[in-house]
């Protein structure tokens, strides 16, 4: 079992950037696949980044691509998402899961944090 806590969300303005934590419990992180979701009131969580177990692959969604980086550090048991070029619509609760499958699918993340608020103002 794992437990993950993320971290570094906010507010900023348009245009900035943040950068997201996410620090696991116990050690077997670098058994699992990470991935970044996020998720607005009403709407389902979806899917954002992921990170292979060895950080030798990493997938994004579309709407993030060239502006958002997934990485981790098994060293650490710590996931990070570099968030660029924010813009009001990503917006969201932000979660790290942990999986034990290469997917971008939510409900195969098996674990998951208890999520960090990000505000982009315009």
């Known amino acids: 079992q794992v437990q993950l806590v993320e971290s570094g969300g906010g507010l900023v303005q348009a245009g900035g950037s943040l950068r997201l934590s996410c620090a696991a419990s116990g050690r077997t992180f670098s058994t699992y696949v990470m991935g970044w979701f996020r998720q607005v009131p009403g709407k389902e969580r979806e899917f954002v980044a992921r990170?292979?177990?060895?950080?030798?692959?990493?997938y994004y969604a579309d709407f993030v691509k060239g502006r958002f980086t997934i990485s981790r550090d098994n060293a650490k048991n710590t996931v990070y998402l570099q968030m660029n070029s924010l813009k009001p619509e990503d917006t969201a609760v932000y979660y790290c899961?942990?999986?034990?499958?290469?997917?971008?699918?939510?409900?195969?993340?098996?674990?998951w944090g208890q999520g960090t608020q990000v505000t982009v103002s315009s």
């Open positions: 899961a942990a999986s034990y499958l290469l997917t971008t699918v939510a409900t195969l993340y098996r674990y």
């Open positions: 990170v292979s177990r060895s950080d030798a692959t990493t």
